[in-house]
């Protein structure tokens, strides 16, 4: 694989994106053991007692101070969060400043300038960057005072014209579909609408009220046996009823969660198929590229339908950068590519070893490595053949 590759892919074909949580770090943790952890709890265990109750309390406030609540606007740094904030943020930024480049001056002019980017992200710095870089995009809401979260507003496409010759040209829009919602939604009237986060200020609130000596200290080799053990030594100590506060006031943010009850709200349900659909109906698209970046394939819904395109569309062209060699494995081995669940040979994992032209030798991929070595060359490379 090479840069010269990526530009042949990218200049005739429609693009798409599938990015997750990996491009957010240093500034947010992944999943990685609270959703392996939440999954284990709903399989095994029946919920309403108190050892499930403080289990499910203790993951979810985790995740909760971890991940949702450093994204409100007030949210009070450390210098270390910070820095790691101005990273991430930087890092996405360079990365659309790229693509916008890419897709505005490759050679093909008879495709449309509409780039998706499909996340399983529920944080916000998609549309922080792209705000602040001032491109255009579509989140899916429309409305000024009140804006509504809807569907068509992703059919959309940009033109401007010149003031002074009236020359009118499609201009690059980004479309973000937030395949497990965000933790900005809300819902009003049967319908999702911005929140004022004040869905995440409730559950704050609620821990902020609790002792904090009540819930489950957590680590990542903790086994779901052994989560059971430490909750039945100290089930009698804590408030019941607090935590059944905190499990509703947790599952009024609209997001998808790693659990058998992660559709407990239906309209959430809807629009995630819904989203679901889009993306397979993307992937069904001639001459289409996806571009995977940080993302595990660890949700099985979304790993299905990517298989699932592959295999029915062989003009489909899936490149997937992970982030070292052993997660190459892991994606490889996910995907049934040893397997030969994958019959046409149209999807293309690749570790930083395997790119060939690389400048110097990077460690792993990294958001900021794929910046420096992927995106930024094939912008120049783009840029300089129109």
């Known amino acids: 694989m090479n840069i010269e590759y990526l530009k042949e892919a990218i200049e005739s074909s429609n693009i798409n994106f599938l990015i997750g949580s990996g491009l957010s770090r240093p500034y947010l943790p992944t999943l990685g053991a609270i959703e392996t952890q939440l999954e284990m709890l709903d399989s095994h265990f029946e919920s309403g007692n108190d050892e499930f109750l403080l289990i499910k309390g203790s993951i979810y406030k985790k995740y909760f101070e971890g991940v949702m609540i450093k994204n409100i606007e007030n949210y009070k740094m450390s210098k270390e969060e910070e820095a790691n904030y101005n990273i991430t943020s930087n890092n996405y930024k360079e990365f659309l400043q790229s693509v916008n480049e890419i ?58 014209s010149s003031p002074h010759f009236q020359n009118v040209s499609e201009i690059p829009v980004f479309n973000v579909l937030k ?51 430490n909750a039945k030594k100290k089930s009698s100590a804590i408030e019941v009823s607090q935590f059944e506060k905190l499990l509703e006031s947790y599952e009024e943010i609209q997001i998808v969660n790693p659990s058998k009850d992660k559709f407990k709200n239906t309209l959430l349900n809807m629009h995630h198929y819904e989203l679901l659909r889009i993306y397979a109906n993307e992937l069904e698209k001639e001459n289409t590229v996806l571009i995977v970046l940080g993302f595990s394939f660890s949700d099985e819904h979304i790993r299905e339908i990517t298989i699932r395109g592959a295999n029915s569309n062989p003009t489909l062209l899936i490149i997937i950068f992970a982030f070292s060699t052993e997660t190459k494995d892991r994606i490889e081995a996910s995907l049934g590519i040893d397997k030969h669940r994958v019959v046409n040979d149209n999807i293309k994992v690749i570790d930083q070893e395997q790119m060939e032209d690389l400048s110097e030798k990077v460690e792993n991929f990294t958001f900021e490595n794929l910046n420096q070595y992927v995106f930024e060359p094939l912008r120049q490379k783009i840029n300089r053949n129109r």
């Open 179 to 229: 395949l497990h919602g965000s933790i900005n939604w809300s819902i009003l009237d049967n319908r999702i609408v911005l929140s004022t986060f004040k869905e995440l200020k409730n559950v704050k609130s609620q821990i902020d009220s609790m002792d904090s000596g009540q819930f489950l200290p957590l680590k990542r080799q903790h086994s779901i046996a052994q989560l059971l053990k």
């Open 103 to 160: 897709i505005l001056f490759r050679y093909n002019t008879l495709l449309n300038k509409q780039i998706n980017i499909f996340t399983t992200n529920i944080d916000l710095f998609l549309e922080r960057a792209l705000e602040e870089l001032t491109l255009e995009f579509n989140d899916g809401f429309q409305g000024r005072m009140k804006p509504v979260f809807d569907l068509s507003n992703f059919r959309k496409s940009y033109r401007k």
